[in-house]
């Protein structure tokens, strides 16, 4: 990355840099959703829980408040809910303003993809010892396909928005 900067220096310094910022948000999010890898797997964590039932979360509110009422464990359930849901925020906005992509299909395609390949290696390494138990949730991937399509939206309708300012500027000058 450094070499690029160097060799380069300001050619398409804007492109380089959105470029580079998805590299490191693909690596947060690796992160994120495998967390540490034991490569000495541990077999007391090898386990497969599967969640199968869409919208399963809501329901899961529902019970939580009406035992417990707005309690931590609500508000967590809640949190982690959201945090499925921007997680793949980002990457919408990446396939719009790096990727080119404009096609709306194209991109709840790539992002559903996306978080299935996420689903399934926490699965299979949860299977094999290898991360902290995780499970394959279908919510999940409900909630991160329409947080990067949302974020596909947000990005698109930002770089029209540019496009026209940058256009009338141009114009007036």
Do not use: C
């Amino acid at each position: 990355m450094a070499l690029d900067f160097a060799k380069n220096r300001t050619k398409h310094l804007f492109k380089r840099f959105v470029f580079y910022s998805f590299i490191i948000y693909l690596l947060n999010v690796s992160f994120i959703t495998a967390g540490r890898i034991m490569i000495q797997p541990d077999r007391s964590w090898a386990t497969i829980i599967i969640q199968y039932i869409p919208f399963y979360f809501v329901s899961d509110w529902i019970a939580m408040y009406r035992l417990n009422g707005a309690d931590w464990l609500f508000w967590n359930s809640i949190k982690l809910s959201f945090y499925n849901l921007i997680m793949l925020g980002p990457l919408g906005v990446y396939l719009s303003l790096l990727f080119n992509i404009n096609n709306i299909k194209k991109v709840a395609i790539i992002v559903f993809l996306t978080s299935l390949t996420i689903e399934s290696y926490q699965l299979s390494f949860s299977y094999f010892g290898m991360i902290i138990p995780r499970s394959f949730d279908v919510d999940d991937l409900i909630l991160n396909t329409a947080g990067g399509v949302i974020g596909f939206a947000l990005g698109d309708l930002a770089k029209k928005v540019y496009i026209k300012t940058t256009k009338n500027q141009y114009l007036q000058s």
